[in-house]
């Protein structure tokens, strides 16, 4: 499988038995890093859990792995709720911004995933376009903790990349189908009626090229790796109603994105080998 991860960074804010130190866990990086990095299909992701819980010790150290090890990734999360973008202000206070402590600390690049992103402003997103860096919304996430709305028209229109992310730890679905129909019902609460096109694009081949990994992943084009699900649009009687109902070929993908389920996968293939088969 294509995978980018990486070790979690904890070194405050968190349960003993969960915390490192910034000496420790450069150890683990590096290590990690030189024996998976750029092996087979495997990445790694730089992860500080988020600014909270990693002193301004450890997100320099991040930033250092970044800068010695090109074609690493950043991991993390930013401005998801109204009391953690407090919290961030307090710990860091001489940062503009929620984002600004990222900045400061050389975690901003081309291959920083950040997840969230709902309390930023214009000036958070200009930085984030600049540095090339992709917002990964979390919609059940979002939806779960009553964290806000993601603005998803204002990212698209500062120039960032917007990609579909599960963040189970606070969300209620691996299933980036489900993930798609949550997110379109956070930007339907905010204005804005996302096609199903939009959506299906975040969940594959946007997110492969926010990743820099578009002519490996989320693609049907020759020479790219066979990663790829077979889906049945519709599967039992309401959605098979419905579908047939439907009048052009949008109608039918987005009635899949609503009302299909984990029955309407068929088959799974990684790496062109079929791994799994509905009985």
């Not at 960074?9 to 450069?26: F, G, S, Y």
């Not at 001489?94 to 992103?117: C, I, P, Q, T």
């Not at 096609?195 to 492969?208: D, F, K, Q």
């Not at 002519?215 to 020759?222: R, S």
């Amino acid at each position: 499988m294509r995978l980018i991860t990486g070790k979690v960074l904890m070194d405050r804010h968190a349960p003993d038995n969960l915390r490192d130190d910034v000496v420790q866990a450069e150890r683990d990086c590096v290590a990690l890093i030189e024996r998976w990095h750029g092996r087979g299909r495997s990445a790694y992701a730089v992860t500080p859990r988020f600014a909270a819980t990693s002193s301004n010790g450890q997100l320099a150290m991040a930033g250092r792995l970044l800068a010695a090890h090109p074609g690493t990734y950043l991991q993390t999360h930013v401005a998801e709720n109204r009391a953690e973008v407090a919290w961030i202000g307090a710990l860091f206070p001489d940062a503009r911004s929620y984002l600004d402590v990222y900045a400061r600390h050389g975690l901003l690049n081309e291959r920083a995933v950040l997840a969230h992103g709902i309390w930023l402003d214009d000036a958070d997103r200009a930085v984030l376009h600049a540095a090339g860096a992709q917002i990964a919304f979390c919609p059940s996430s979002n939806l779960f903790l009553g964290s806000g709305l993601f603005d998803w028209s204002q990212a698209v229109a500062a120039g960032v990349p917007v990609s579909l992310a599960s963040d189970v730890g606070g969300g209620t679905s691996l299933s980036m189908l489900r993930t798609m129909a949550d997110g379109y019902k956070v930007q339907a609460l905010g204005g804005h009626r996302l096609t199903a096109w939009a959506l299906l694009h975040a969940a594959t081949r946007g997110a492969a090229m926010a990743l820099r990994l578009g002519d490996e992943i989320g693609t049907l084009a020759p020479g790219a790796m066979a990663d790829l699900c077979l889906w049945d649009v519709a599967v039992g009687p309401v959605a098979q109603r419905r579908d047939a109902l439907a009048r052009e070929l949008h109608e039918r993908l987005f009635a899949w994105v609503t009302l299909g389920d984990e029955r309407n996968l068929a088959e799974a293939w990684v790496g062109g080998v079929r791994r799994y088969v509905r009985a």
